[in-house]
């Protein structure tokens, strides 16, 4: 599994597509061409990027002293946009961490099946930056208007390579890639000159307003959000209020996840409409031992343990819950659909904790400390539906739930992070 927040892919109310917000493009894996992100807006921030190459490894065997080229991919992320206007194209790549060392490659992309001739070299970068970190310029890279080479190979070297001429229209494919295991993320900074024109503001019909407060209290809070379903492909998200209003296109099913430190994240479906407002009000419940959250967006291939993909986004809304959280411990608790079958069956209770356990192998990968977890199969004991009446029900007894252990001072650690039940 790949921990990654990609660009910025939103429209909050009267600003610019693409101005606030994050987006995730969840169709194939963005550390592959056949994923590249496509990029609207100048500014584009990765905050946590991906390890390792993605699904192929598309870039590789090349030399050392390869001019154009990196010997291999490491941990890659792809993008793809297009010249807004006739322009000369500069742009920097900025990590947040001065340590990191990052290179590029740029590709013209109006070639029919491009991602099948990188593959087999049939294509080459048209300017390309793999020279060694320069701290004395916080480690940024790019194209630039006064540098003097096309293409700055392994080694020391400038760490900008010369500026493109672009017509308007012209497809272009940027691969950044981190050598080492990336410490932090980066953004990217495009500039064009003369620069394009500025954007006609796209009127949407429908307002979707979301507000966040405790459960407690009544309170305001300040989280962050994410909303499936709003954009095709796409995973919007946003931070830092406590009420964010956006502009959508009608009769759009939706799923708004919250999440603050210190309070249990929050999941809600919203059903289409063509209402003019959808008013989305959403409390959060402070962590508290005992407290239970139900994952009831990961699904199962079948009789298996095997995630569908559509069950990412739950998997790294409890993922940043742990990471946001250091001093949480969690239960991770399988449950199966088996209104048939005689409760606590073995083969039921198996299947629960591989699930579980899944789950459990998702959140050590991306490296939440073991003592910290803990799972456990529920088999078909605790049905939410023990008699379900149609697939929406049986769904929804399919699920894993979170259970807090133990937060802060009153956090025990589990000796055993691995721990199967009976049950």
Not at 161 to 188: H, K, M, N, Q, W
Not at 384 to 407: C, W
């Amino acid at each position: 599994m790949r921990n990654r927040s990609n660009t910025l892919a939103a429209l909050l109310l009267g600003l610019p597509l693409m101005a606030l917000a994050q987006g995730e493009v969840r169709t194939a894996d963005p550390a592959d061409c056949a994923g590249a992100i496509y990029v609207k807006d100048s500014i584009v921030t990765c905050d946590n990027p991906g390890r390792g190459f993605g699904n192929v490894l598309e870039i590789k065997e090349n030399i050392s002293t390869d001019l154009k080229w990196f010997e291999r991919e490491h941990h890659t992320t792809w993008y793809l946009f297009r010249a807004p206007v006739k322009t000369s194209l500069t742009f920097d790549i900025i990590p947040h961490d001065p340590q990191d060392d990052i290179d590029f490659l740029l590709f013209q992309g109006n070639i029919p099946d491009f991602c099948g001739k990188v593959l087999s070299k049939q294509v080459a970068p048209v300017r390309s930056n793999i020279s060694r970190n320069d701290p004395g310029i916080n480690s940024m890279c790019g194209l630039r208007k006064d540098a003097t080479e096309d293409f700055v190979r392994s080694g020391v070297g400038s760490s900008y390579s010369r500026a493109i001429d672009v017509e308007e229209g012209d497809l272009y494919y940027l691969v950044v890639d981190f050598p080492d295991r990336p410490r932090g993320g980066f953004t990217i900074r495009f500039h064009y000159d003369p620069p394009p024109p500025p954007p006609v503001e796209e009127v949407l019909p429908q307002r979707l307003v979301v507000t966040i407060a405790d459960s407690l209290s009544g309170e305001s809070l300040e989280a962050s959000i994410s909303i499936e379903g709003m954009m095709f492909d796409s995973i919007v998200e946003a931070r830092g209020r406590s009420r964010y209003e956006f502009r959508m296109d009608t009769y759009r099913k939706l799923r708004v996840n919250c999440l603050r430190k210190g309070y249990m994240f929050r999941s809600m479906r919203v059903k289409a409409s063509g209402d003019s407002l959808v008013q989305v009000d959403l409390k959060l419940q402070p962590i508290q031992p005992g407290a239970k959250v139900v994952l009831d967006d990961i699904h199962f291939v079948g009789n298996d343990s095997k995630v569908l993909r559509s069950s990412q986004g739950s998997l790294y809304m409890l993922l940043h819950f742990m990471e946001q959280n250091p001093a949480a411990t969690i239960e991770i608790q399988g449950h199966v659909n088996g209104p048939m079958i005689k409760k606590n069956n073995p083969e039921l209770v198996e299947l629960s904790t591989e699930r579980a356990q899944t789950v459990f192998n998702f959140l050590l990968v991306n490296d939440v400390d073991p003592s910290r977890l803990a799972y456990v199969g529920m088999g078909n004991s605790q049905m939410l539906f023990p008699d379900p009446k149609n697939r929406q029900e049986s769904e929804a007894n399919r699920r894993v739930e979170v259970r807090i252990t133990g937060y802060g001072e009153l956090a025990t650690p589990s000796a055993t992070p691995a721990r199967r039940s009976s049950h």
